[in-house]
Nanobody, 122 residues
Framework: QVQLVESGGGLVQAGGSLRLSCVVS????????MAWFRQAPEKEREFVAA???????TYYSDSVKGRFAISRDGANMVYLQMNSLKPEDTAVYYC????????????????WGQGTQVTVSS
């Protein structure tokens, strides 16, 4: 059974940084495209960033491009480095995985973590 567990969320002032981590257990991590999504109150879940199974390609939403960086190690970890945080980045952040491609659609992903809260104060 594949499980994803996020950590690293918290409260930070605008302009600050946070690093989210996601540990993947079960399954073959090397086969998975991985992504981060977020959901703010009363808003739909939105794509943030994705990384291919090899780590060779990354994709970002326009709203975070240049500020956030997704990465993965060769074992079972996925990271989201978030810099220059803004109040509009406040949301619950979810790690997601699927066998195969790294895509931007939430419906494509089979495996999800429970989420970690990120709050950015102005």
């Amino acid at each position: 059974q594949v499980q994803l567990v996020e950590s690293g969320g918290g409260l930070v002032q605008a302009g600050g940084s946070l690093r989210l981590s996601c540990v993947v257990s079960g399954g073959d991590f090397s086969d998975y495209g991985m992504a981060w999504f977020r959901q703010a109150p009363e808003k739909e879940r939105e794509f943030v960033a994705a990384v291919t199974w090899s780590g060779g390609s990354t994709y970002y939403s326009d709203s975070v491009k240049g500020r956030f960086a997704i990465s993965r190690d060769g074992a079972n970890m996925v990271y989201l480095q978030m810099n220059s945080l803004k109040p509009e980045d406040t949301a619950v952040y979810y790690c997601a995985g699927q066998v195969g491609l790294a895509t931007k659609g939430a419906d494509d992903y089979e495996y999800w973590g429970q989420g970690t809260q990120v709050t950015v104060s102005s």
